[in-house]
Antibody, heavy 115, light 112 residues
Framework: QVQLVQSGAEVKKPGASVKVSCKTS????????MHWVRQAPGQRLEWMGW????????KYAQKFQGRVTITRDTYTSTAYMEMSSLRPEDTAVYYC????????WGQGTLVTVPS | QSVLTQPPSASGAPGQRVTISCSGS????????VNWYQQLPGTAPKLLIY???LRPSGVPDRFSGSKSGTSASLAISGLQSEDEADYYC?????????????FGSGTKVTVL
């Protein structure tokens, strides 16, 4: 069965960086895009960007351009999302989601940036 | 970043039908397919409807989607207690220099 398992919760200081992983299994990793979505407490879902896992092409939401980097490791079937220059307003649950429709999601990773 | 507009809440008694609207624009719903997600409390979103009106395997046929022009809607018929959740619509947005996947504001469904 398809599984996306994300890394554990993180607490980071303002200005620091965080890297969240999304380890996949149960399907051919390179056949599907991977998207990253975040949800601040009590807020709507917010799309951050995606990666074409097959060729490594990436596209980011304008809001995150220059601060977020999405990568993948085809040998371990793992996708990564790294965000730099963290601010308290980046406190959110970060999700990876497979394909352009988000047919499978990771369980989420809480990233906390205390003020 | 463009957003899609949904009513903040909707409710119904068990067995009733509830409809959730999603309003967008020509750059998103007007020119791209709409997906719907269900998010139960404390869990990750789950794909409920894709490409306007298709259901993934395992999603009950009580859930149905439709799209017309720059709006879409999700209907839940035969409402059940386990349907109590937040529901989000989403679509790609083709705005110049801002190609994004935009989500709706979310609708909390309460089963009375």
């Amino acid at each position: 069965q398809v599984q996306l398992v994300q890394s554990g919760a993180e607490v980071k200081k303002p200005g620091a960086s965080v890297k969240v992983s999304c380890k996949t299994s149960g399907y051919t990793f390179t056949s599907y895009a991977m998207h990253w979505v975040r949800q601040a407490p009590g807020q709507r879902l917010e799309w951050m960007g995606w990666i074409n896992v097959g060729n490594g092409y990436t596209k980011y939401a304008q809001k995150f351009q220059g601060r977020v980097t999405i990568t993948r490791d085809t040998y371990t079937s793992t996708a990564y999302m790294e965000m730099s220059s963290l601010r308290p307003e980046d406190t959110a649950v970060y999700y990876c989601a497979r394909s352009n429709m988000g047919d499978y999601w990771g369980q989420g990773t809480l990233v906390t940036v205390p003020s | 970043q463009s957003v899609l507009t949904q009513p903040p809440s909707a409710s119904g008694a068990p067995g009733q039908r509830v409809t959730i609207s999603c309003s967008g624009s020509s750059s998103n719903i007007g020119s791209n397919a709409v997906n719907w997600y269900q998010q139960l409390p404390g869990t990750a979103p789950k794909l409920l409807i894709y490409i306007n009106n298709l259901r993934p395997s395992g999603v009950p046929d009580r859930f149905s989607g439709s799209k017309s022009g720059t709006s879409a809607s999700l209907a839940i018929s035969g409402l059940q207690s386990e349907d109590e959740a937040d529901y989000y619509c989403a679509a790609w947005d083709d705005s110049p220099n801002a190609y994004n996947y935009v989500f709706g504001s979310g609708t909390k469904v309460t089963v009375l």
